[in-house]
């Protein structure tokens, strides 16, 4: 069964980070694009960032450039979004999802076919 598990979140005070993990089990990460997306109370899924399978070349959203970063362990099969710089607009249940179009990794959750639970991160002093 694929599955796909965050953890990692919590409450953090501004200016302050995080390290959101994202284990998958049933299959090999390294084969799949890895997106992250977060979803706020009455907003649609946004795209923060993602990682394609193979070279694992990486993307980020405009909003979290030079504060976020994706990576990869092949090893433990897990990508991590190391979060810094945290501010009060970055909370929201955050997701991890894995797509293997072919066309490479994408800003839209539609193309992604498996996701984790996900994990609140609540950015507040």
């Known amino acids: 069964q694929l599955q796909l598990v965050e953890s990692g979140g919590g409450l953090v005070q501004p200016g302050g980070s995080l390290r959101l993990s994202c284990a998958a089990s049933?299959?090999?990460?390294?084969?799949?694009?890895i997106g992250w997306f977060r979803q706020a109370p009455g907003k649609d899924y946004e795209g923060v960032s993602y990682?394609?399978?193979?070279?694992?070349?990486?993307n980020y959203a405009d909003s979290v450039k030079g504060r976020f970063t994706i990576s990869r362990d092949n090893a433990k099969n897990t990508v991590y979004l190391q979060m810094n710089s945290l501010k009060p607009e970055d909370t929201a249940v955050y997701y991890c999802?894995?797509?293997?179009?072919?066309?490479?990794?994408?800003?839209?959750?539609?193309?992604?076919?498996?996701w984790g639970q996900g994990t609140q991160v609540t950015v507040s002093s």
């Open positions: 999802a894995a797509g293997n179009k072919n066309w490479g990794p994408t800003w839209y959750w539609y193309e992604y076919d498996y």
């Open positions: 049933g299959f090999s990460l390294d084969y799949y694009h």
């Open positions: 990682i394609s399978s193979g070279a694992g070349n990486t």
